[in-house]
Each structure stands twice: as C-alpha cells, then as structure tokens.
C-alpha cells in the first residue's frame, strides 16, 4: 500500500497541474483577502462617522464588533476551493485518457487498493490547496482590514478547520466526476458551469418560487458554501450584540449560508454527495476494462 501511495504521489508531482493551479489559487484567495479587509475598513470608517452614530446606539453594538470582514472571507474560501475540485477532476480524468492507469491497475495488488492509494494522496492535496487558500486569505485580510475587523485565534482556528474540510471535500468530489466523466475538457466544463452558474439561478428560482430556503442547503454547491457560511454567520452574530429578527436571514445569505444547516451538518450533506460521485467512480473502474 505504502509503494502505491509513493507512486501516486509521483503521478501527481511530476506535472505542472498542481502548481498551476495552486497560483491562480493562491491569488485569488490573496485577492479576496484583500477586499475582504477593505470591505471591514470601510465599514468602521463609515460606523465611526457622526452620521452613524445613533444607528450604534441604537443597535448596541460599536462599530468594532460588526465584523464585515468575516463575510468576505467565507466569499474568497469558497470561491477559490473550485481550484482543488478542479486539480482532483483533470488529474483523474486525465490519467484516464491517456490511459497511464493501465500501468497501475495492471501492477496493483487490486484495483480497491488503487482507489483508497488515489483516495488518500489526492485527500492530502485537498488539504494543502486548504491551508494554501486560508493562509493567503488571512494574509490579504490582516494587509488590509482594520485591526478591529480581524478574527481572534479561536475564530481563526475554526475558519481553517472547514476551509481544509471543504477543500479535501471538494478534491474527492472532483476525483469522482473525473473517474466518471473521463473527458478533461468535459468534466471542467461541467463543474464550472454547475458551481457558478446552474446552483446559483436555481437558488435564485427557488427563492423567487418562495420555496422552502432549506432546500438550497442539501443542494452540492449550497451545502459547501453551507459549511464556511455558517461558522462566519456565527462567529458574526456572535459579537454583533443585538440583530433584528429579519436581518439575520440575509446575514446568512451574504455569508452564503442561505438555507443551510450548522456547518458540520452541511458537511456531512456535502460529503453525502461525494461519497455519490466517489463511489460511483470507485463502481466503474474496479469493473472498467483497461486498455
């Protein structure tokens, strides 16, 4: 098993995909970052003027504890977790295609022990694209953002712990779709066009349809969201002292949290849809003929 991770991790390290788009990664993260800062400033200049004054008082709350800040960092995290799903589909469906898998199946005790080898190494790279896109995201934000609109550690701690969560989720989720759908150009196509466009007018009709908001938290792209929109809209309303009833519905949205459930619970409903697009690839290669 140790021999098969080892070449995994070769398949992987010995192509230019994993830095290539870890930089584009990493810059867009380092960008929302950015703007996730001056959007906080922003917001405490304008907190901190005389014409908001009463709006303080009557909330409160000062201008500090209205962490803005925090919306833009669940933006940046979950925009750019794409990357990693995107890095798991091209490179499994892309050995697929050039059929270099023959080799391994061919050598492998089994082909299950292909699949859990495959499982962890690209569960690794998961992890890295996670602590790559909140380390550059935490960088962009203490750059820029007013030294009041920064988390404190535990609120740090607990943002890493589902960005790593749901960069490792999405990753799987491409290794599935990959190994299911085996045309590279397809399966990017597919998962771009679904994670920013399709989800998003559904959610939209089912919002204009006055359906159930839940319904938008079982949904793939909802409940990833669901995972870094709750812990900010928690972390948020904790320290924002009194929110009326009607505004903390859009606070969740703002933080892409409409509908969803507490974020480990969104996580587990992600998770249920990659171990759909895991195990179904898991079902076709260990029946697949090679090549």
């Given at each position: 098993?140790?021999?098969?991770?080892?070449?995994?991790?070769?398949?992987?390290?010995?192509?230019?995909?994993?830095?290539?788009?870890?930089?584009?990664?990493?810059?867009?993260?380092?960008?929302?970052?950015?703007?996730?800062?001056?959007?906080?400033?922003?917001?405490?200049?304008?907190?901190?003027?005389?014409?908001?004054?009463?709006?303080?008082?009557?909330?409160?709350?000062?201008?500090?504890?209205?962490?803005?800040?925090?919306?833009?960092?669940?933006?940046?995290?979950?925009?750019?977790?794409?990357?990693?799903?995107?890095?798991?589909?091209?490179?499994?469906?892309?050995?697929?295609?050039?059929?270099?898998?023959?080799?391994?199946?061919?050598?492998?005790?089994?082909?299950?022990?292909?699949?859990?080898?495959?499982?962890?190494?690209?569960?690794?790279?998961?992890?890295?694209?996670?602590?790559?896109?909140?380390?550059?995201?935490?960088?962009?934000?203490?750059?820029?953002?007013?030294?009041?609109?920064?988390?404190?550690?535990?609120?740090?701690?607990?943002?890493?712990?589902?960005?790593?969560?749901?960069?490792?989720?999405?990753?799987?989720?491409?290794?599935?779709?990959?190994?299911?759908?085996?045309?590279?150009?397809?399966?990017?196509?597919?998962?771009?066009?679904?994670?920013?466009?399709?989800?998003?007018?559904?959610?939209?009709?089912?919002?204009?349809?006055?359906?159930?908001?839940?319904?938008?938290?079982?949904?793939?792209?909802?409940?990833?969201?669901?995972?870094?929109?709750?812990?900010?809209?928690?972390?948020?309303?904790?320290?924002?002292?009194?929110?009326?009833?009607?505004?903390?519905e859009f606070l969740r949205i703002l933080a892409g949290a409409g509908g969803a459930q507490a974020w480990w619970l969104s996580a587990l409903i992600f998770?249920?849809?990659?171990?759909?697009?895991?195990?179904?690839?898991?079902?076709?290669?260990?029946?697949?003929?090679?090549?």
């Amino acid at each position: 098993m140790g021999n098969l991770v080892q070449a995994e991790l070769r398949k992987t390290t010995t192509t230019g995909l994993w830095w290539g788009l870890l930089i584009p990664t990493v810059l867009l993260a380092l960008g929302g970052g950015l703007l996730s800062g001056l959007i906080g400033r922003a917001f405490v200049d304008f907190t901190s003027s005389a014409d908001a004054e009463q709006l303080s008082e009557v909330l409160g709350v000062t201008p500090d504890q209205w962490k803005f800040s925090l919306f833009g960092i669940a933006r940046s995290i979950n925009l750019t977790t794409m990357f990693p799903m995107i890095f798991g589909a091209l490179a499994f469906s892309g050995e697929i295609g050039r059929r270099t898998i023959t080799t391994t199946f061919l050598t492998a005790p089994t082909r299950v022990h292909t699949m859990l080898a495959k499982l962890l190494v690209y569960a690794m790279w998961g992890a890295i694209y996670g602590l790559a896109i909140m380390g550059f995201t935490a960088l962009g934000v203490v750059l820029t953002s007013h030294p009041s609109q920064l988390p404190d550690s535990g609120n740090w701690a607990m943002l890493t712990l589902v960005c790593v969560i749901s960069s490792i989720l999405m990753t799987m989720l491409g290794v599935g779709l990959g190994g299911l759908i085996t045309n590279v150009a397809g399966v990017t196509v597919l998962l771009v066009m679904y994670f920013l466009v399709v989800e998003n007018l559904l959610q939209f009709f089912l919002r204009l349809a006055q359906a159930p908001e839940a319904i938008i938290g079982f949904l793939p792209n909802g409940a990833v969201n669901g995972m870094t929109g709750s812990v900010v809209a928690d972390l948020f309303l904790d320290k924002a002292g009194v929110v009326p009833e009607e505004a903390v519905e859009f606070l969740r949205i703002l933080a892409g949290a409409g509908g969803a459930q507490a974020w480990w619970l969104s996580a587990l409903i992600f998770f249920g849809w990659v171990a759909l697009a895991f195990g179904g690839s898991w079902a076709v290669m260990t029946r697949k003929d090679i090549t």
